[in-house]
């Protein structure tokens, strides 16, 4: 099992940028495919970005494609989804997850078996 935890939302104005981080647990983490998910207030969970164990594959959402970055430091046990360009839709509480038995990308909720407790997103327009 491992433990993820997020950091780095907040409120921010159309327009802006900020960095999630997203620290694990384990000595495990550099085999495990990672990704970022959001969920906006009464709408379901939904995949943002995704990145595989060694940092050299990514895969993102339509939605945030050009504007959004994973990237992973392996030595930190840390991913990150660098968010430019926020527009209001943005705003969601982001989640990050492991793929403890896998170490590709993947757009599927059900592909990850460990979750942060998320960290919330706010943009005003």
């Known amino acids: 099992q491992v433990q993820l935890v997020e950091s780095g939302g907040g409120l921010v104005q159309a327009g802006g940028s900020l960095r999630l981080s997203c620290a694990a647990s384990?000595?495990?983490?550099?085999?495990?495919?990672m990704g970022w998910f959001r969920q906006a207030p009464g709408k379901e969970r939904e995949f943002v970005a995704s990145?595989?164990?060694?940092?050299?594959?990514?895969y993102y959402a339509d939605s945030v494609k050009g504007r959004f970055t994973i990237s992973r430091d392996n030595a930190k046990n840390t991913v990150y989804l660098q968010l430019n360009s926020l527009k209001p839709e943005d705003t969601a509480v982001y989640y990050c997850?492991?793929?403890?038995?896998?170490?590709?990308?993947?757009?599927?909720?059900?592909?990850?078996?460990?979750w942060g407790q998320g960290t919330q997103v706010t943009v005003s327009s």
């Open positions: 990145i595989n164990w060694s940092g050299d594959s990514t």
């Open positions: 997850a492991a793929r403890s038995y896998a170490g590709g990308i993947s757009t599927g909720i059900t592909s990850y078996d460990n």
């Open positions: 384990g000595r495990t983490f550099r085999s495990y495919g």
